[in-house]
């Protein structure tokens, strides 16, 4: 076997072991469109999944020799498809962390990745690097890091998956146009790696499509697309590719779409523009039919999307779609998990289906998705401000969807918890109206900066309701 890489992570230096895995294929459900199904070229879009059994190797079983550095900024060893370069790791001991890889790797384009595994109730754990051969100048990017895991979730029991059990995943990561791929995980106890690697991890490689989606405009093509943006009635057109901006006076008239409080004037905010999906180019064939819906939103929930800040607002929609196709097709959800999200430009584009101004039930704070809504920034915000104008949109967002259904930007409100890692099945807790994702679930989401906005942005969409 040949020695691609050496690498030097805190004191212990090791090498990384290349699997030799299979052609790239993308995932089975795509091969074969069903009766009236959108084809390829309509709505594009697709999904190589990657195999990484071989990262269960263990010292005993791996062979041994000595490694060689990779060269940043060549071309990847094998061709479209083929195997990739096969690599070694020397020098393990109980002492030093072992380093489980993938060598570098020519495959189809892609924009997005992140990893799956199995069982979602089971955890992913070491370091885990990527990088990633930019398409057209060939120069590979530094190494990233992928966090561990998806902290978004879908509630336990609440039907998501499409009939499959929901996998576990790692958060995604946004890496623009991307034709090759290079992956390293950093174990610290080599010999357990049999124990700490979930069953069935696969590498997600994930082609949004174009930047800009083609909007044909006029009615839906299948009846999916028809019931979507018929669940936006009458706020706009069917077809529409976006939902207008409307001042406060006209947005007194939403309340009674989203089956608000009684007739009569209330606290709500003027609507702001919303991108419908038709709008950033849902494939609505994706996602599960059907809709589910929760009692009146009493609080919305503010995420960052972990995936990277490294996208221009003309690629917001591909970077959605992304998130979208990851979500369903690659971790089994039965649509994209945020009700919202926002670009760093501050657009405003409609997350999960079933109609923006309705309590849509989503799949972004495990334990506490019941009567509430999703919001989430494009981004990653721990360390790097989150964009005024996407601050600025959230709290219009929030003063308007909130509005609707009564509900106080400044204040607190009881929520039953279904169960996660911070309260535990049926204890009330009372969370801001206005909570970050971390009030309701152990995580550094939606960022320490972006949180640290919070309090700003409740009190101006308090004063965007009137209050």
């Not at 997005?112 to 069982?119: A, N, Q």
């Not at 791929?181 to 069953?199: C, I, K, M, S």
Request: charged share 15%; glycine share 12%.
């Amino acid at each position: 076997m040949r020695p691609f890489l050496v690498s030097c992570l805190g004191a212990a230096c090791t090498a990384a072991l290349a699997l030799p895995l299979a052609p790239a294929a993308a995932h089975p459900a795509e091969s074969a469109p069903g009766p009236g199904a959108v084809r390829a070229g309509d709505l594009p879009g697709a999904t190589q999944s990657l195999p990484l059994e071989s990262l269960f190797l263990t010292a005993s079983t791996a062979p041994t020799a000595q490694a060689a550095p990779a060269v940043p900024g060549t071309p990847a060893q094998g061709g479209q498809g083929g195997q990739g370069t096969q690599g070694t790791q020397v020098g393990e001991s109980p002492q030093e962390p072992a380093v489980r890889g993938l060598a570098p790797r020519t495959v189809r384009p892609f924009s997005l990745l992140g990893i799956v595994w199995d069982d979602a109730a089971a955890a992913l754990r070491g370091r885990i690097q990527v990088r990633t051969r930019a398409r057209g100048s060939g120069l590979w990017s530094g190494w990233q890091d992928l966090q561990n895991a998806s902290d978004d979730a879908p509630d336990l029991g609440a039907g998501e998956g499409r009939g499959n059990a929901a996998r576990g995943s790692t958060a995604p990561l946004w890496v623009g146009a991307s034709d090759a791929v290079q992956l390293r995980l950093t174990l610290a106890d080599p010999h357990r790696a049999a124990t700490v690697l979930p069953h069935g991890l696969r590498l997600e490689l994930v082609d949004p499509g174009p930047d800009t989606p083609v909007v044909r405009g006029g009615p839906p093509s299948t009846p999916e697309a028809t019931a979507s943006s018929a669940a936006n009635a009458p706020l706009a057109p069917l077809g529409a590719t976006e939902i207008p901006a409307a001042d406060q006076a006209a947005t007194q008239a939403d309340v009674t779409a989203a089956g608000g409080p009684a007739a009569g004037a209330v606290h709500i905010g003027a609507r702001p523009r919303i991108v419908t999906r038709a709008g950033w180019g849902a494939d609505e064939q994706l996602r599960e039919a059907r809709f589910v819906y929760t009692h009146p939103v009493r609080a919305v929930f503010v995420h960052h999307s972990a995936t990277g800040n490294n996208y221009t607002c003309a690629q917001a929609p591909s970077v959605i779609r992304g998130l979208y196709r990851y979500h369903v097709k690659s971790s089994h959800w039965r649509d994209i998990g945020y009700n919202f999200l926002i670009d760093k430009c501050g657009t405003i584009y409609e997350g999960r289906a079933g109609g923006v101004a309705k309590p849509v039930l989503g799949a972004h704070t495990l334990g506490f998705n019941n009567d509430s809504t999703g919001i989430a920034l494009l981004g990653s915000f721990s360390k790097t401000a989150p964009p005024r104008p996407a601050v600025e949109a959230l709290g219009r967002l929030a003063a308007w969807k909130l509005g609707l259904h009564g509900a106080d930007p400044r204040g607190r409100t009881p929520m039953r918890s279904t169960g996660g890692n911070l309260y535990r099945k049926g204890r009330v807790v009372q969370q801001h109206v206005i909570s970050g994702h971390r009030d309701g679930f152990k995580t550094e989401c939606p960022g320490t900066l972006l949180y640290a906005d919070l309090p700003a942005v409740r009190l101006a969409a308090a004063r965007l309701q009137g209050r």
